[in-house]
């Protein structure tokens, strides 16, 4: 128990101390396995010393003594002799839980001129992120690094499938597969659905699941085509620009692999429209320090009351994308700069940098369903496509499982007054952090380039940018 009022620098100290500790616990059992490899009382045929039987013999040891799989003490034996010595000291230090070590040490191995920046870069965003998080967070930032090298890692990653099962207790067993996610997402999308013709059956949705994926599986059923949907800008379909795609459910997948997945996809143009003041001359920045706002700074164009926000094309046929084209993110680099250079910010100069305080996303004029609380198909398809997850800090929920929450929030006696039903002013957040927000213990605001600032009860300040 603690004597003292326990608070959230208390819990992130004592995340820390914990970390370390299990860091001591990993450290120690690998160098009792390096000690106990070498006992010369180990000896194989003809009395001659067995250094792996040694070791598998000391590993054993520490295996059954920490109750522990002989796998995970052999898994920290490879991260700790192959780790770098900066992924190493973060997690003795206990800046890295274990999970997060380990995802970091297999992303960065094999990185060509891995300097001490990228590094410490890579442990930074880490140490930020949900276990689950972690390596897209790492792989969007070796694809910034590196974009060939992530590309060809990634193709000989795709040769990397497994498929595991694992008894747990009461009779019961889990299947586990692992491969590319484009390919494990086309098998849940047929599972989704053929799940999706039982709505009838009275059964929970795992439940239902299960037995659809079963029914796959064993040929019980015939599975129909999967349903997949990859959003990517224009300029990236036409091979002209890197910016990665996004798999909807899945989040971002590299410009090659979105651009193959299109390719033989029918398609949907979407086209937006909303009015922004421009910078001031001198300053392309566009950051609170340098463009401070005033109300003496005359709006921009307003929109017309009947236009629409997000205009969609008549669906067309497969095979209009290159394969071929730029790999390399220009935008997403950009954001994460100007989310870098937030965070070196003080609270009142985070303030300063509200995009558009009154919720209206930039518009003069309401356009059509702005001032509506459910939003429109092809708003809600656009916002679930920019933020792949639930936008509190480290939620890893999928933005489609997700509520679409007005920042500003909608008025509903007067709607022109309150937040607009427009991109510029909704984001996913699951139901749990939705509430968080609807309680007022956190708060959110929305700043420029659709990065949303969120706020703890406590003044802490968090980013989430589009594409994360």
Same mark, same amino acid.
């Given at each position: ?7 959230t620098d208390?819990?992130? /100290? ?15 059992? *690998? ?11 180990? %000896?194989?045929p003809?009395? $001659? ?5 040694? =070791? ?12 522990? &799989? ?8 490879? %991260? ?24 970091? *040490? ?6 060509? !001129?891995?300097? =001490?920046? %990228? ?35 990634? =193709? ?15 009779? #019961? ?7 590319? $996610?484009?390919?494990v997402?086309?098998?849940? @999308? ?12 009275? /059964? ?12 796959l ?14 959003? %990517? ?26 651009r ?7 398609? #949907? ?8 003041a ?29 236009g629409r =926000?997000v ?20 935008? !997403? ?9 937030? @965070? ?8 300063r ?6 919720g ?15 939003? &429109?198909?092809?708003?809600? &398809? ?20 997700c ?9 509903h006696?007067?709607? @022109?007054?309150?937040?607009?039903? $427009?991109?510029? !002013? ?7 952090h939705?509430?968080?927000?609807? @309680? ?29």
């Amino acid at each position: 128990m603690y004597d003292t009022a326990v608070s959230t620098d208390v819990l992130v /100290s004592a995340k820390v101390d914990a970390q370390a500790s299990f860091a001591r616990t990993v450290s120690a059992s *690998c160098a009792y396995v390096d000690d106990g490899s070498r006992r010369p009382a180990v %000896l194989g045929p003809g009395g $001659v010393f067995d250094a792996e039987a040694a =070791e598998t013999c000391a590993v054993a040891e520490v295996a059954a003594a920490l109750s522990v &799989s002989t796998r995970t003490v052999t898994e920290w034996l490879f %991260l700790t002799r192959t780790a770098h010595p900066a992924v190493a000291q973060a997690f003795d230090a206990g800046r890295l839980a274990y999970a997060a070590f380990r995802t970091v *040490c297999r992303s960065v191995a094999g990185v060509p !001129n891995a300097t =001490e920046a %990228l590094l410490q870069r890579v442990i930074a965003a880490a140490s930020r992120c949900t276990p689950g998080a972690v390596a897209a967070a790492v792989d969007r930032i070796l694809a910034e690094f590196d974009a060939q090298w992530h590309r060809k890692a990634r =193709e000989r990653a795709t040769r990397e499938r497994s498929a595991t099962v694992r008894k747990l207790p009461r009779g #019961q067993a889990e299947l586990t597969i692992r491969g590319p $996610v484009d390919k494990v997402a086309a098998m849940w @999308r047929n599972i989704a659905a053929t799940a999706a013709r039982g709505v009838t059956d009275p /059964s929970s949705l795992p439940s239902r699941l299960f037995d659809a994926a079963r029914s796959l599986l064993t040929g019980a059923v015939s599975g129909t085509p999967a349903r997949a949907v990859i959003v %990517l800008d224009a300029a990236t379909a036409a091979g002209l620009a890197g910016e990665p795609g996004h798999l909807v459910g899945w989040g971002p997948v590299p410009a090659d692999v979105a651009r193959r997945i299109a390719g033989d996809a029918t398609w #949907q143009a979407m086209i937006t429209a909303a009015e922004v003041a421009e910078p001031r001359a001198g300053c392309r920045c566009r950051c609170p320090e340098h463009d401070p706002p005033t109300d003496s700074e005359p709006p921009g164009p307003p929109m017309p009351a009947a236009g629409r =926000e997000v205009r969609r094309t008549r669906r067309m046929s497969a095979g209009w994308t290159p394969i071929k084209g730029k790999l390399g993110s220009t935008k !997403n680099l950009k954001l994460r700069e100007q989310v870098d250079y937030l @965070r070196t910010l003080p609270p009142s100069a985070v303030d300063r940098a509200v995009a558009d305080p009154d919720g209206h996303g930039g518009f003069g004029l309401p356009p059509a369903g702005a001032l509506t609380y459910r939003p &429109s198909e092809a708003v809600a &398809s656009l916002v679930t496509a920019l933020y792949s997850t639930c936008v509190h800090p480290g939620c890893a929920v999928p933005s489609a499982d997700c509520d679409l929450d007005h920042v500003v929030p909608f008025d509903h006696t007067d709607p @022109r007054r309150g937040g607009w039903t $427009v991109i510029g !002013n909704l984001a996913p957040l699951c139901r749990r952090h939705h509430g968080l927000k609807t @309680r007022r213990q956190w708060h959110h605001r929305m700043l420029r380039d659709g990065i949303v600032h969120v706020r703890d009860s406590h003044g802490t300040d968090y980013f989430t940018a589009p594409g994360e």
